[in-house]
């Protein structure tokens, strides 16, 4: 007979996500499986903490050894596909193109992207390098806009590398045009702007464009591939703008909505549950900084934090942007 404390621990809210988990995995491998087994985790990063995204998550420093060793223990335990439920506003865009590399690097037959609800920026980066993706059809995704953290006078600043590199090359030219400055004007717009963030954007925008070519441009026809950058990397509004996974299944990626056939209910009830279990975690728990990782897997969760550091903003500039000296710890990637 159990103890009450036995009782009492086994109801913790830790051990009863972990429980839904496993109850998660078993359905998927009786769903999906033909012979291979499958193991799940979930990365969810601060969906729930807006205003903690400039420091980060899905950071590599804070990621990427307890998932590879969780990835080790599940190879070492026969799991050959592996699905990962995730959930985040963004991250470190190195992160999917490192995090594929580990899975594939451990022979994982097939990765598996599951997306309860929402999954932007580097977010949706991972999700197009994965093999099969599942969510549901209100689930979001977003354009894969790299941003980079500022230094300023008055304090940090978060800027995106497709709206900079949009305003040296489009609204500047532009305005100079309008207001007939011509060229001697135009420079002086130039010189007002800090030309090596300029740069610094191009080369997120390069880097996020040569992942896409050599890892999904295999995948789609030529058209498509096309369209797909126009969609989530060229053409967009705003980094935050919702697109749903329809999109992603109509430019010809796998995609398998849990809403759409009554044999995925019983997953689509327990990821459910699953989820608002974890926001309930998000929000309530107490936390000390910004909640950024919870990784559940079938060994148990863990769930760290990282803590908002002030960074003394530099002193004020007394030549144009572009005679200043590089300065690689002023920006980041998120």
């Known amino acids: 007979m159990k103890t009450l404390f036995e009782l009492l621990?086994?109801?913790?809210?830790?051990?009863?996500?972990?429980?839904?988990?496993?109850?998660?995995?078993?359905?998927?491998?009786?769903?999906?499986?033909?012979?291979q087994k499958a193991c799940t985790l979930s990365l969810i990063t601060n969906v729930f903490s807006p205003i903690a995204l400039p420091i980060g998550a899905m950071l590599n420093v804070h990621a990427m050894q307890i998932l590879e060793q969780a990835l080790i223990r599940f190879r070492k335990d026969g799991c050959e596909d592996l699905y990962v439920i995730l959930s985040t506003?963004?991250?470190d865009i190195h992160f999917p193109e490192l995090f594929i590399g580990k899975v594939r690097g451990l022979d994982f037959k097939r990765i598996n992207i599951i997306i309860p609800s929402i999954a932007m920026s580097a977010g949706t980066l991972l999700t197009m390098l994965?093999?099969?993706?599942?969510?549901?059809?209100?689930?979001?995704?977003g354009p894969v806009d790299p941003?980079?953290?500022?230094?300023?006078?008055?304090?940090?600043?978060?800027?995106?590398?497709?709206?900079?590199?949009?305003?040296?090359?489009?609204?500047?030219?532009?305005?100079?045009?309008?207001?007939?400055?011509?060229?001697?004007?135009?420079?002086?717009l130039y010189i007002a702007q800090d030309m090596y963030l300029y740069q610094e954007s191009l080369r997120s925008l390069d880097y996020v464009k040569r992942v896409l070519h050599s890892n999904v441009?295999?995948?789609?026809?030529?058209?498509?591939?096309?369209e797909l950058l126009s969609i989530f990397l060229t053409d967009v509004e705003t980094r935050s703008?919702?697109?749903?996974?329809?999109?992603?299944?109509?430019?010809?990626?796998?995609?398998?909505?849990?809403?759409?056939?009554?044999?995925?209910?019983?997953?689509?009830e327990l990821i459910a549950e699953y989820y608002s279990r974890v926001e309930h975690a998000f929000v309530f728990?107490?936390?000390?900084?910004?909640?950024?990782?919870?990784?559940?897997?079938?060994?148990?969760?863990?769930?760290?934090?990282?803590i908002i550091q002030v960074v003394q903003a530099p002193q004020p500039r007394v030549s144009p942007p572009s005679q200043q000296p590089r300065k690689e710890e002023s920006t980041k990637n998120i």
């Open 9 to 35: 621990r086994e109801e913790t809210p830790g051990n009863i996500r972990t429980k839904l988990l496993s109850k998660i995995n078993d359905v998927i491998n009786n769903l999906f499986s033909s012979g």
């Open 89 to 91: 506003l963004g991250g």
């Open 130 to 141: 994965s093999d099969r993706i599942i969510g549901f059809s209100f689930a979001s995704i």
């Open 147 to 188: 941003q980079l953290i500022v230094q300023t006078p008055q304090g940090l600043r978060v800027v995106s590398a497709i709206a900079y590199k949009r305003l040296i090359e489009e609204t500047l030219p532009g305005l100079a045009d309008e207001k007939n400055l011509g060229v001697d004007g135009l420079s002086r």
């Open 217 to 226: 441009k295999p995948k789609l026809n030529e058209n498509k591939f096309k």
């Open 241 to 268: 703008k919702p697109l749903g996974l329809l999109v992603l299944k109509e430019l010809g990626f796998d995609v398998i909505f849990l809403d759409s056939d009554d044999k995925y209910k019983e997953l689509a």
């Open 285 to 306: 728990e107490p936390s000390k900084g910004a909640r950024i990782l919870l990784i559940g897997a079938p060994f148990g969760e863990i769930m760290q934090e990282a």
